[in-house]
């Protein structure tokens, strides 16, 4: 059974890093592209991050040159390394794969932006 769990969510004050985990079981995980997302309060989801199999990433423009995404397929996780938060990063953060058509989600991690 695929499973997806995030970490590394918390409260950081304006200015601040945080580096959030995915760790994901029950797939081939290097053959996956892993995505990021997040749901502000009152707001749509958005795709934040992606970085697929070879390494490839994708950021929106929102968060491009702030945070950076990652994997270690050692260790089947994925990583999103946020700098420089801003209070509209305020979000639970999810990550999501594919895996055999089927769209696989953590249950996300809050991430709180506030002095």
């Known amino acids: 059974q695929v499973q997806l769990v995030e970490s590394g969510g918390g409260l950081v004050q304006p200015g601040g890093s945080l580096r959030l985990s995915c760790a994901v079981s029950g797939a081939i995980f290097s053959l996956k592209t892993i995505n990021w997302y997040r749901r502000a309060p009152g707001k749509e989801r958005e795709l934040v991050a992606a970085i697929t199999s070879g390494g490839t990433t994708n950021y929106a423009d929102s968060v491009r040159g702030r945070f950076i995404i990652s994997r270690d397929n050692s260790k089947n996780t994925g990583y999103l390394q946020m700098n420089s938060l801003k209070p509209e990063d305020t979000a639970v953060y999810y990550c999501?794969?594919?895996?055999?058509?089927?769209?696989?989600w953590g249950k996300g991690t809050l991430v709180t932006v506030s002095s």
């Open positions: 999501q794969i594919w895996e055999l058509n089927i769209n696989y």
